[in-house]
């Protein structure tokens, strides 16, 4: 059996759908990519439970732009909610890449800490 063709005067409106949407990804993709281009980026690296009132949290972070950020590092309960914050001022860096250790306080026990945003 042999495949079937296009009714005839149709291929040409294939081939114009195909390139928009190939045109169409294209712009999405650079779109993405372009909204991204220079933000910082942040990944928490190790914690440790120091106790009912402290969490040490290790984070990296990635600023190509080369401003001075602001990190917020959390610490979190078992319900996930916040028992501890504290702001890490990032200063201007020669490096992109720096990384911290910091400790939170808390209020009650925390299992984790994680830094919640960078800017």
Known sequence: ????RPAPGT???WVIGSIGIAAGIALATW???SA???DPTWQTTAYKVLGDEQVRVSF???NPSGKALTCTVQALARDFGSVGSLDVPVPVS???ESQYTVTVRTT???VTGDVKSCS
């Open 1 to 4: 059996m042999s495949p079937t």
């Open 94 to 96: 020669s490096s992109p």
């Open 36 to 38: 991204t281009l220079g």
């Open 31 to 33: 779109l993405g990519l």
């Open 11 to 13: 291929l040409k409106w």
């Open 60 to 62: 990296q972070v990635y």
């Open 108 to 110: 009650s026990r925390a």
